[in-house]
């Protein structure tokens, strides 16, 4: 039986940055469950983005700069793991039709003219959506929230019936093996807590729903997409879907 805490050491040290004892297997039976818990693995990234938002509104700096150091925060604490993902993902989306030679792209990872551009867009969404969401009461808890829940879109992405791009790899571990029942209960929970955090911010509930359906769409599209280009999902799609939600979580949060 795998303890809870190798589970945790898989999701922590494979999404942040936190210096973690590495996990004595890396087996669907630890990885899966890593997934899952993705959103609570994260919640000292979240907690990083909220303290840099709210120090950066009570010394009355710029709001827009405050919100491109939270998002740098935010990079340099995953170690700009999923931005990696969301570059290697667009150029491999932009190259050759054939699948092997888009993989070939992906797993290259030199980030080219679509790569840099995606970059340079979805970050730009993420600084001044975040600083936007900043300035109401607690604005910047909300926008640490929603930090956490993009990384829930990682249980979509692993779905059963969700193909595998390679059958190598640490995410073949995990892509396909998530039941229905379990994302569905996850995404419930998770969008029961931004609606709890809207409400609580003064706003109404039903602006959590909307966050978690933006989300949830744009993920959709890119197993599609992703499926009928490479044959499925790569490691790096996880990362293209966690950075393209979250800047769409926080545009629908403005």
């Not at 744009?218 to 979250?246: H, M, P, Q």
Request: charged letters at 10%.
């Amino acid at each position: 039986m795998i303890a809870p805490l190798e589970v945790l050491r898989f999701s922590v040290g494979t999404l942040t940055a936190i210096p973690v004892t590495p996990p004595r297997s890396f087996g669907p039976d630890v990885t899966v469950p890593g997934i899952v818990v993705a959103p609570i693995a994260v919640a000292p990234l979240g907690a990083l983005v909220a303290l840099v938002l709210w120090g950066g509104r009570e010394l009355d700096l710029a709001p827009l700069a405050v919100g491109v150091t939270a998002i740098a925060a935010l990079a340099l604490a995953s170690r700009a793991f999923h931005l990696d993902g969301l570059a290697d993902t667009v150029d491999a989306l932009t190259s050759s039709y054939d699948a092997e030679r888009s993989l070939e792209v992906m797993r290259r990872g030199d980030a080219g003219p679509a790569g840099a551009a995606a970059l340079a867009l979805v970050l730009g969404i993420q600084a001044a959506a975040v600083a936007a969401v900043a300035t109401s009461a607690w604005g910047p808890v909300l926008a640490g929230v929603l930090v956490c829940v993009s990384r829930g879109t990682a249980t979509v992405m692993s779905l059963r019936g969700v193909p595998a791009a390679r059958s190598t790899g640490l995410a073949s571990t995990y892509v396909g093996r998530v039941s229905l029942p379990l994302a569905a209960a996850s995404w419930l929970v998770l969008t029961g807590v931004l609606a709890a955090v809207f409400v609580l911010d003064d706003q109404p509930w039903w602006r959590g729903v909307v966050c978690a359906a933006v989300a949830l769409g744009a993920t959709a599209w890119l197993i599609r997409r992703a499926s009928r280009r490479f044959g499925g999902v790569a490691g790096d799609v996880y990362g293209a879907a966690i950075e393209v939600s979250l800047a769409l979580m926080l545009l629908a949060a403005t």
